[in-house]
């Protein structure tokens, strides 16, 4: 037996983290053992879409706690079905499966697409995925992923996922062949930097995979649910995917990710696909609240009007400090530091008490609540402008 000598001893390591403890949440704030307060813009990796401890979920888990937690899967259970039914209201697919984490949403797709070619495609497997694209951590969505830190990891690979360019409609048609199933992409790479999918480039893609009768998956599991400023990412590119998986944000905070499909595409039978926890009432309960008050009328707008306002104070802040570009959509913006400085930066955020997201070393990722305000916004952009003055490792322009 291991002797746990410190008390973080007992967790296994599995990423470097500063030693502080966290211990309460409220809104776009967060609170460490200490009493140390932090303006919190990465709010779980884009999860946290109400904020930390959102009255709403707190209400929803507590009555539904209550209430049911689980009946098992094997039968129906209201809340399920109530949630199934407003995504599929608010979409353009017809049936859902949820799962547990975002890699399960995209594991439930992989095998979907399978089944699919194995009904309709004489077996056709593959599926054409994206360099920088990042679908999760079981070993299909590793495999899927294009993330270059993957390649070396846990080998074999599952087989069966070809590499396109984002935004290359030519390096896409390339690797079609008859064993291709679908094609499978976030309209924004999160993980990679933030890169967009084009709107030319989806529509693009949509009539390609039309034409090869091949399926268009989009794993809106960084992009969905409001985060872009539109419910699902999809829309700004006014497609209809065949599938779309979601996670993070559905829940606002709990474990809770979906599998969507549309009634064509839907195709598994009995014995193909399940889990223990599955569409359980509790977690659904979280996921029906975060749906309802993102559905409230001025909501969306408000979560767009805030992205608006990020992105145009970042460009200050980047025109001030000689940076690089801001990238992205609604709530999830990058600014491009144009020097290997983030990691510096995010650590000086975090001892100011910012905390901030690096997903490479020249790039800044922020990820704030939805309903995060414009005093939030503006306190965030006053404490990176002094974090970036001090350093003097960016050129200040006068
Ligand atoms: C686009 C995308 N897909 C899949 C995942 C995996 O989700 P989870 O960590 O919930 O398994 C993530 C997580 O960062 C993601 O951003």
């Known amino acids: 037996m291991l002797s746990a000598t410190h008390p973080y001893d007992a967790l296994m390591d599995i990423t470097a983290r500063p030693s502080t403890v966290f211990v309460q949440g409220k809104g776009s704030w967060l609170w460490d053992d200490t009493g140390k307060r932090y303006l919190d813009f990465i709010q779980g990796w884009a999860v946290n879409s109400l904020g930390h401890a959102p009255p709403a979920i707190a209400k929803a888990l507590v009555e539904q706690a209550n209430r049911l937690i689980t009946p098992s899967p094997a039968y129906y259970n209201d809340v399920s079905l109530k949630l199934a039914k407003a995504l599929v209201d608010q979409s353009c697919f017809d049936q859902v499966f949820f799962t547990n984490s975002g890699a399960e ?7 979907l697409a399978r089944k699919y070619g194995a009904l309709h495609k004489s077996g056709a497997f593959e599926i054409i995925t994206f360099d920088g694209g990042f679908h999760g951590r079981t070993l299909a969505t590793m495999s899927a ?6 390649e070396p990891m846990f080998e074999p690979k599952v087989p069966g996922f070809r590499k396109a360019r984002l935004n290359d409609l030519a390096s896409v048609a390339r690797l079609i062949t008859e064993k291709t199933i679908a094609v499978m992409l976030e309209p924004i790479q999160g993980e990679a930097g933030v890169w967009a999918a084009t709107p030319q480039f989806l529509q693009g893609l949509r009539a390609l995979t039309k034409q090869h009768g091949l399926l268009l998956i989009v794993d809106e599991i960084q992009t969905g649910m409001g985060r872009t400023g539109k419910l699902f990412a999809y829309e700004h590119a006014e497609i209809t995917p065949d599938i779309m998986t979601l996670g993070k944000g559905i829940g606002g905070g709990v474990p809770l990710a979906a599998l969507l499909a549309t009634e064509q595409a839907s195709c ?3 014995g193909d696909q399940g889990g223990t926890f599955n569409g359980n009432p509790l977690m659904c309960a979280a996921g029906l609240a975060v749906i309802e008050e993102i559905g409230k009328p001025a909501f969306l707008k408000a979560a767009s009007d805030a992205g ?3 992105e145009s104070e970042l460009q200050r802040l980047s025109a001030r400090h000689g940076l690089g570009e801001v990238r992205g959509r609604g709530l999830l913006l990058a600014l491009d530091l144009k020097l290997p400085i983030a990691i510096s930066i995010v650590a000086q955020a975090f001892e100011a008490g910012l905390l901030l997201n690096a997903p ?3 790039t800044l990722r922020f990820m704030p609540a939805l309903n995060v305000t414009r005093e939030e916004i503006a306190e965030m952009i006053g404490s990176l402008d002094a974090i970036l003055t001090k ?3 960016a050129r200040r322009v006068p």
Request: glycine share 12%.
């Open 145 to 150: 992923s294009g993330k270059k830190a993957f």
């Open 360 to 362: 490479r070393p020249d």
């Open 308 to 310: 608006l306002y990020l």
């Open 105 to 111: 949403a995209n594991e439930g797709a992989i095998k």
């Open 391 to 393: 350093s003097g490792a």
């Open 268 to 270: 598994f039978e009995h």
